[in-house]
């Protein structure tokens, strides 16, 4: 079977399509985006990139830092429409199904080559996809245009499977998967809560993330409670960075920060997860966190934002985790953290319960099979 998969350079694209390794299904992708040109993560696939450019010229990047409104004529005519350039593609791959993951960036720009054909459409909704699409900039019509012509939908919550059901679609649920495709846990790395002493912070505030929430939640603790603690920031936003470097409270602590964009392997955030009490994330739009399942995995007690009702698709509020009601009140995270850090027993429990939890849900062995075995059911 030949799949033409459609998507932005990005880890859980990577992570979902290394599933259809060694399935016998012939794999490609082409990079809605032309961000990354070869990717060695999906080596083995056949990959179309430098689709867009039809001449990288001398001293491009010069002009587009120095020179932007230049940059943008001279961009309108010397790139090429994502749209003409896939029907390139799909016309030489002809393949037995289209797997596109996410709508507005890599789904609306191949709908016109789409509608002309009768070949199978998987989506997979990301994230905020459907959830806020407005505020993405996707009109109502245009997400109903494109759920009509989509075959089979896959989502990363169930929340998002009833929002487009709300919008009109009709076709077949595949079912709820981790973005992803499944969690490798390395259970090697999991410590005890007695051997923990790290808080880890996802570092997103780009106007959905808001990190500097959770950031100044904190500095209302006790420093004395913080003092023996580790302080992880990941996938640190400009600002978040910015904050940390100034803060009075944060020069006399045990901080780590790594910025959004530099290149962290999985495997040094997940042994970060293992030794921590808390994994903390807070925005206001989301689907389903792929961190934040790590996180649980890893045993680490999660207090997360709630957007749409996802995470308690999950989490048990005072069970096996804390839910963020409102994610710009400082005072209401800064008490779920003292609460979470007072209490061991609780921390112990829901450790014990999400292990177990995401082994079944989300383990990356267990889901391989069930992900090749969709492609299947998609041709029959």
């Given at each position: 079977?030949?799949?033409l ?17 060694n399935?016998?299904?012939?794999v490609?992708?082409?990079d ?9 993560k ?6 179309f ?8 010229y ?9 020179m ?15 749209t003409?350039a896939?029907k390139k593609?799909f016309?030489q ?27 199978p459409?998987?989506y ?10 407005e505020a993405?900039g ?7 245009q494109?759920l009509?012509?989509v075959?089979?939908?896959?989502t990363d919550?169930?929340r ?5 059901k709300?919008?009109g679609?009709t076709n077949?649920f595949l079912?709820?998967?981790?973005g992803?495709?499944?969690?490798a ?5 999991i410590?005890t809560v ?19 929430v ?28 910015d ?9 006399l602590?045990?901080?780590m ?7 962290v392997n999985n ?15 807070n925005?206001t739009s989301?689907g ?9 995995g ?9 957007p749409?009702?996802?995470t308690?698709?999950v ?7 804390f839910?963020i ?8 995270i ?9 209490d061991q027993?609780l ?6 319960i999400n292990i177990k939890?995401?082994?079944k849900?989300c ?5 391989q099979?069930k992900?090749?075995s ?7």
């Amino acid at each position: 079977m030949k799949i033409l998969t459609v998507a932005i350079p990005n880890h859980h694209f990577f992570q979902w399509v290394n599933q259809l390794e060694n399935s016998g299904h012939e794999v490609f992708w082409f990079d809605i985006a032309d961000g990354n040109g070869f990717s060695e993560k999906i080596g083995w696939v056949k990959q179309f990139k430098r689709w867009k450019l039809r001449w990288d010229y001398p001293l491009r990047q010069r002009f587009k830092k120095n020179m932007p409104k230049v940059y943008q004529v001279i961009q309108t005519v010397n790139e090429r429409s994502a749209t003409k350039a896939f029907k390139k593609v799909f016309e030489q791959v002809q393949p037995d199904v289209v797997h596109c993951f996410e709508m507005q960036l890599a789904g609306l720009p191949i709908l016109p080559v789409l509608e002309a054909s009768r070949v199978p459409l998987v989506y997979s909704s990301w994230g905020s996809d459907l959830f806020i699409y407005e505020a993405l900039g996707v009109t109502k019509a245009e997400v109903q245009q494109f759920l009509k012509r989509v075959d089979y939908l896959i989502t990363d919550c169930e929340r998002d499977y009833h929002i487009a059901k709300d919008l009109g679609y009709t076709n077949r649920f595949l079912g709820v998967f981790p973005g992803n495709g499944g969690i490798a846990l390395s259970k090697g790395d999991i410590l005890t809560v007695d051997e923990r002493d790290t808080i880890m912070i996802k570092g997103y505030d780009d106007g959905v993330g808001q990190a500097l929430v959770v950031l100044k939640a904190l500095t209302q603790l006790p420093i004395d409670v913080l003092k023996d603690k580790k302080i992880v920031v990941y996938s640190a936003d400009r600002v978040v960075v910015d904050y940390i470097k100034q803060s009075i409270v944060y020069s006399l602590l045990d901080v780590m920060v790594y910025p959004r964009g530099q290149f962290v392997n999985n495997a040094v955030l997940l042994r970060h997860m293992g030794a921590s009490l808390l994994h903390i994330a807070n925005s206001t739009s989301d689907g389903m966190p792929n961190a934040m399942l790590e996180a649980m995995g890893m045993g680490a007690f999660p207090i997360q934002s709630n957007p749409g009702h996802v995470t308690e698709e999950v989490i048990t509020h005072y069970k096996n985790g804390f839910l963020i009601h409102n994610p710009l009140d400082i005072k209401e995270i800064e008490q779920l953290i003292i609460k979470a850090l007072k209490d061991q027993a609780l921390l112990e429990h829901a450790k014990d319960i999400n292990i177990k939890l995401i082994d079944k849900r989300c383990n990356r062995l267990h889901l391989q099979p069930k992900i090749q075995s969709l492609y299947t059911q998609v041709i029959k």
